[in-house]
Each structure stands twice: as structure tokens, then as C-alpha cells.
């Protein structure tokens, strides 16, 4: 039996992603998009100033890097490749490092950049950057520049959970799966694709029928993740 590709992502990124992946399929996709958060600008409690090094770890605070007049001159120190890509995008020199914020902090302890830091972050994060960068002998502070709201659970969602059709669920961040969790069991036979072991880790509880874990946290490798699980359900015999 086909399974459908779920996407619980903010709408834009979820359209994107669904974009994404039925480029790299060559064709289309079952795919229900089913917004479990949403993102709200807000305005920072102190002024952004003209820091030297800006710190993106999600395209989302990148979204908010224009509007709040951060200048380009910075040098933006990215958490991976996509979140790069859109900061080169706007202009910024970026320095990329291999994934996830312990990765971005060790690129950034070993090269020691001098000046202001400035981390742009949503109000929802995993690890300690800035502390474990001030830690190391670095000026860096934070700004709350987006909040990750929680959206009143999709009917389709909680429909295609209920349902006995496969399912397959990629998952970004461990908030979003912990959202997903909270929706309730599956009774669908479903696949997560999670984009590192916190996000499997806060999916824990959700007694699915199978979780993957990509070998490195990227948009490509999200993408051949969900497209191999999503082949693998095609073939795979219902009871």
C-alpha cells in the first residue's frame, strides 16, 4: 500500500520541503501538509547593533535578518549547509559548520573570532551557544527574533494518524516531534525520518513502526531519507 508523506512543518518550509522532494522523485508525491507550528516575528528586547559575527542555526532566523536591518557585513557562522545557503543568499561571507549547534560552537572555539557575536534565535532552542561560547573567551549575546507558536492540530492529521494507511513523518527539531507526540499514538503503521538522535529521542513515545535517523543533519539528506522510506513502504505487503 502507497503511504502518504506528512509534513508538520510551518507552512512555507513545509511547501518548500514538498517542493523538494517531489523534484528529487520526478514525479508526484502523496503528501498532506499539516502545520503542527507556526512563525511570529518579534521584536528582540535589545537593539541588534552592528555585531562583526551573526550566528544562524535555522533558515528561520535568517527570515528575520533583513527586516531587523542586520548588516551584511557580518560574517554569519551557519549550523549547515541550507541555513548557509540562505544567508549567502542576502549577501553574507558564511562559515558553515557540520550540522548542529555542538558542531557550530566547536568550528567556533577553534577559530576564535574576534568582535561582537550576535546570536539570532527563535524562542524555542536546543544546546547552550551562547554560554558555551562566552565560556571560551568570546563576546556573544542573543536575540529572541521569532517565536515557534503551536497551531491547533490539523483534522487531515489527526484522520490520516487514526487511519490504517502508512504514513511517513519527517521530523526537523525535537520540538516538532515532541508536538507530534503529543497528538497521540498512531494507529497508521509510520515511519519517522528524524533529522538527528534528540529528535528520534523526543518522538520516543510515540510506539511507531519504525524511526531512521539520517547520518548527517541536511535538507539533502532528509530528502533521500523520506524518499527511501517512502519506497520501501511502497513495496512492503500489508497483512
Excluded at 557580518?74 to 558564511?94: D, E, I, K, N, Y
Excluded at 561582537?116 to 549575546?141: F, K, N, P, Q, Y
Amino acid at each position: 500500500m502507497q503511504p502518504t508523506i506528512v509534513l508538520t512543518r510551518p507552512l512555507e518550509q513545509a511547501n518548500r520541503f514538498a517542493a523538494d522532494l517531489t523534484a528529487a522523485h520526478n514525479g508526484p508525491l502523496p503528501i498532506l501538509i499539516a502545520p503542527l507550528m507556526g512563525i511570529t516575528p518579534l521584536v528582540p528586547d535589545a537593539p541588534i547593533g552592528t555585531p562583526d559575527h551573526v550566528i544562524f542555526t535555522s533558515a528561520n532566523a535568517v527570515d528575520q535578518a533583513m527586516r531587523l536591518g542586520v548588516p551584511t557585513t557580518a560574517t554569519a557562522w551557519c549550523v549547515g549547509p541550507q541555513t548557509a545557503a540562505a544567508a549567502a543568499s542576502l549577501g553574507f561571507r558564511t562559515q558553515v559548520a557540520k550540522g548542529d549547534s555542538a558542531a557550530l560552537v566547536a568550528m567556533m572555539t577553534a577559530a576564535q573570532p574576534q568582535g561582537d557575536i550576535l546570536h539570532l534565535r527563535g524562542a524555542h532552542v536546543t544546546g547552550r551557544v551562547v554560554s558555551a561560547l562566552t565560556e571560551a573567551g568570546m563576546t556573544c549575546s542573543a536575540r529572541i527574533v521569532y517565536d515557534q507558536i503551536r497551531l491547533c492540530v490539523p483534522h487531515p492529521l489527526t484522520l490520516a494518524l487514526g487511519d490504517l494507511q502508512p504514513l511517513i513523518i519527517p521530523l526537523f527539531s525535537p520540538r516538532s516531534a515532541r508536538l507530534l507526540a503529543e497528538v497521540g499514538p498512531p494507529t497508521a503503521p509510520t515511519t519517522l525520518v528524524t533529522m538527528s538522535a534528540a529528535v528520534a529521542e523526543a518522538a520516543a513515545s510515540m510506539r511507531v513502526m519504525d524511526v531512521i535517523t539520517v547520518n548527517f543533519p541536511d535538507k539533502n539528506n532528509m530528502i533521500a531519507a523520506t524518499l527511501q522510506s517512502f519506497d520501501a513502504s511502497s513495496s512492503r505487503k500489508m497483512p
